[in-house]
């Protein structure tokens, strides 16, 4: 069985703008594997938001093959993408999206709940995540009385809060101070790696790029290594 737990093949992705018609993915090919974290840098415009949400089953290519754990995505219906979303894929996002009226453990137990999982079950492991990411003291704090990192690692939590196969970050650090930032990849590229959790992360920072095990840009269109 291979290892991988995204293979996308031969992706064609491209919208309508006015009378024309952009190609934004012209046939990627991109495969990530178990405990592999791939950076993903690319100019603004080339389409990593595209590669992502492909990826992250939240829009169609117009060809090509997704698979997710080597599950091939094409004959399942929307409800089956979205059950599938849900229980193997963890999102994080440049700005956290943390509900505001909920605590910082609420937070990372709402999707487990959403999941199916018990209230005790999900107090659990938000308890443990965020205790992993140094947040203890901060569980029952709503998402205005943390700091911009704080938020940001209870946002990490949130997404590995149902075990995901695969975690898609999109300028995970992008809107936090460089101490901070460095931090906050620190526990990311931890908790990824220990729970072999394959991670495709869009950054523009190159530093944190050359962290992770392989780096991969998109040109005309393509995947291709950075
Ligand atoms: P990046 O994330 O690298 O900045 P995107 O994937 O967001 O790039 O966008 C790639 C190109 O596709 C851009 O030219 C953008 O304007 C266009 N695009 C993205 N999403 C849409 C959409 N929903 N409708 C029309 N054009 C879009």
New binding site residues.
């Given amino acids: 069985m291979s290892d991988a737990v995204l293979t996308l093949s031969a992706i064609k992705r491209g919208?309508?703008?006015g009378p024309a018609r952009?190609e934004?993915l012209k046939g990627a090919d991109l495969s990530i594997n178990r405990g592999e974290m791939v950076a993903l840098v690319?100019?603004?415009?080339?389409?990593?938001?595209?590669?992502l949400h492909v990826a992250g089953l939240l829009e169609k290519p117009d060809a090509g093959d997704v698979h997710i754990e080597g599950k091939l995505l094409g004959d399942i219906d929307e409800a089956g993408r979205t059950a599938l979303r849900r229980s193997t894929i963890g999102f994080i996002y440049q700005f956290h999206h943390l509900l505001p009226e909920f605590t910082a453990l609420e937070n990372v137990v709402m999707p487990q709940l959403i999941r199916g999982f018990s209230k005790r079950e999900a107090e659990v492991r938000g308890r443990e995540l965020l205790g992993v990411l140094g947040l203890e003291p901060r569980l029952n704090h709503r998402p205005a009385e943390l700091s911009g990192g704080e938020q940001q690692r209870v946002a990490i939590a949130r997404a590995l809060a149902n075990g995901p196969a695969l975690l898609l970050a999109d300028e995970p650090t992008g809107n936090l101070d460089p101490k901070t930032s460095d931090t906050v990849f620190s526990a990311l590229s931890a908790l990824v790696r220990g729970a072999g959790v394959g991670a495709l992360v869009a950054t523009h920072n190159l530093e944190l790029a050359g962290r992770m095990d392989r780096r991969v840009t998109?040109v005309d269109g393509l995947v291709v290594p950075l």
């Fill in positions: 919208y309508r703008e952009v934004v690319a100019p603004s415009g080339a389409g990593k938001s595209t590669l998109i």
